[in-house]
């Protein structure tokens, strides 16, 4: 991998050296000028390059100018860019902050892609900087998987401490070589300040880089954007996305704590069609800075299905758009997290799904007790519950197999198998639920699980009583997940590791060819 890395930066610096001269020369020629080769008159990238879902022959390129460009990305199989295989370009304007992002289609199945993004200014046409990225597509298939997931990143007001490393979890997770990245919600904290600098329980320092825009609670438009530009100013976070594809969704602190659609306003007041404008806003930046398909005819749509291959089907769920507009609780025992529109799409694409694995990528676990998520406390299900009841039942009657859940939200790492014969409702196959996170915030203590749907922690992993909550990235409990597929057996293995890239634990589990529970073997 040493090498891979130093001849990456070969390339990319041999590429600018010959942009730049071509450049240069073509500066001469047209206007004699010598002044238009200056960097400062030609479009930069302002932050990292990013890509994301991606299929066996598609994915999404993003980037962000300095100015209004037009922004132009090719694709190659080989990093010398010998041979440009797809190539797009698309407008960066004020309207989007000067993001673009672009669809690339027919690429080859199960193939390293290096692309290569540029902005050329409107007005003169000239070229800027190019960066070099990567990623690869779905494989055909017999080919192996493996991918990360976790969530939380720069909350609780720890942000990047250069001192310290810096989001140091994105530099563990790259390590890894990953196919693809799943971010579980919470890519930034729009609710929450970035100081400069928080006290810490051994009495040292920690000091963040810090923002204007950081400064304050979002409420404007340029304020949630400037919470994704914050991220960018990580070098681990932009080296991490250069690379690896991510699969974006979001929970609730990209707009507010614990945030529901009608629940969730400000003084800014309500869009025609009722949206509060804290939400749209907050939405509208989620979409301008992530590298996430548009779905349809529905502008925003977070759900959607992900096929990476025969041997996975990603579901990216959205758990919070269509929530009932309270707490989880009501004397009237009726609630909803999905929304009957996307909780028929789910039973419906589920159904439908021929890939040997099915993964349902959650913004929130449905076992541990919150008010803000799904599980009540023990007994029959209530309120947001019969949803969850619905959809289980729902798999086992369609003969829907090997379905995972995977997810983060509660600042600690654990792994729940969800028993029937442990719970109070019992239509439902086995499955396994995974926790981890956060990547960059505050580690809280395991949470309480209810017996509902019967989960039995089978691991967990977070700060102690001792410890207190909110404990720092410093101290070392920040997790993530990584999912390996193996392309002859089709066994998927789980593994739980922390921001020093240790295994804390692992589950292998076998794909199951009819209706019995999974065979495991657990690893400590």
């Known amino acids: 991998m040493a090498t891979l890395r130093a001849q990456r930066a ?38 990292g390059i990013q890509s994301g879902d991606v299929s066996d022959g598609s994915a999404i390129v993003w980037a962000r100018a300095d100015r209004a460009a037009r922004m132009q990305v090719e694709c190659a199989s080989v990093e010398s860019f010998r041979t440009i295989i797809a190539s797009a370009s698309g407008d960066a304007t004020p309207e989007a902050d000067f993001a673009s992002k672009l669809l690339l289609n027919d690429l080859p199945a199960g193939q390293d892609i290096f692309y290569r ?61 990953p196919d693809f990245f799943i971010h579980s919600g919470d890519h930034i904290y729009a609710d929450c300040t970035i100081p400069a600098e928080q006290k810490l329980p051994n009495g040292e320092t920690w000091r963040n880089i810090v923002t204007e ?19 960018h100013l990580d070098e681990n976070f932009r080296a991490f996305h250069a690379q690896v594809p991510m699969f974006a969704q979001w929970d609730d602190h990209e707009v507010t704590n614990d945030w529901s659609p009608a629940g969730s306003y400000d003084d800014a007041g309500f869009e025609d069609d009722g949206t509060p404008r804290l939400v749209a806003r907050a939405r509208r930046a989620f979409f301008d800075f992530m590298p996430i398909r548009d779905i349809g005819a529905r502008q925003g749509r977070v759900y959607r299905k992900i096929a990476y291959g025969p041997l996975l089907d990603v579901f990216m769920i959205d758990m919070r758009s269509f929530r009932d507009d309270s707490w989880n609780k009501g004397a009237d025992h009726r609630g909803w997290i999905l929304g009957a529109e996307q909780l028929a799409w789910l039973k419906r694409e589920l159904a439908a799904s021929r890939a040997t694995w099915k993964v349902i990528a959650a913004d929130l676990p449905i076992g541990l007790i919150s008010l803000d998520a799904v599980a009540l406390g023990d007994g029959a299900p209530d309120r947001r519950e019969h949803e969850i009841a619905d959809l289980l039942a729902s798999i086992k009657r369609a003969g829907v197999r090997n379905v995972v859940w995977l997810t983060a939200d509660m600042h600690y790492t654990a792994a729940h198998y969800y028993d ?77 590791k922390d921001v020093d890239n240790r295994d804390l634990w692992s589950v292998d589990i076998v794909p199951q060819p009819q209706a019995r529970p999974a065979v495991v073997a657990q690893h400590s």
């Open 10 to 47: 070969w390339t990319r610096r041999q590429f600018l050296v010959r942009s730049t001269s071509s450049l240069a020369v073509a500066s001469l020629g047209t206007l004699a000028s010598p002044s238009i080769s200056r960097a400062a008159d030609r479009p930069q990238i302002a932050g």
């Open 117 to 177: 993004v540029r902005f050329d200014d409107m007005a003169t046409g000239f070229a800027g900087e190019s960066r070099v990225g990567h990623f690869r597509t779905a494989p055909a298939a017999g080919q192996s998987i493996s991918f990360v997931w976790s969530g939380d990143t720069a909350g609780q007001g720890w942000g990047i401490d250069v001192s310290r490393g810096g989001y140091r979890s994105y530099r563990t997770m790259l390590d890894n070589r």
């Open 213 to 231: 825009e950081k400064s304050k609670v979002a409420h404007t438009l340029a304020q949630f954007r400037g919470n994704y530009k914050y991220n």
């Open 420 to 496: 029937p014969n442990k719970a109070q409702f019992q239509d439902f196959d086995p499955f396994w639920e995974f926790v981890s996170g956060p990547l960059h915030a505050g580690t809280w203590g395991p949470g309480e699980l209810d017996d509902t749907f019967g989960p039995v922690a089978m691991y967990q992993n977070g700060c102690s009583e001792a410890q207190g909550e909110n404990l720092a990235p410093c101290f070392g409990l920040q997790f993530f997940g990584k999912v390996d597929i193996d392309g002859a057996t089709g066994v998927m293995t789980v593994t739980v």
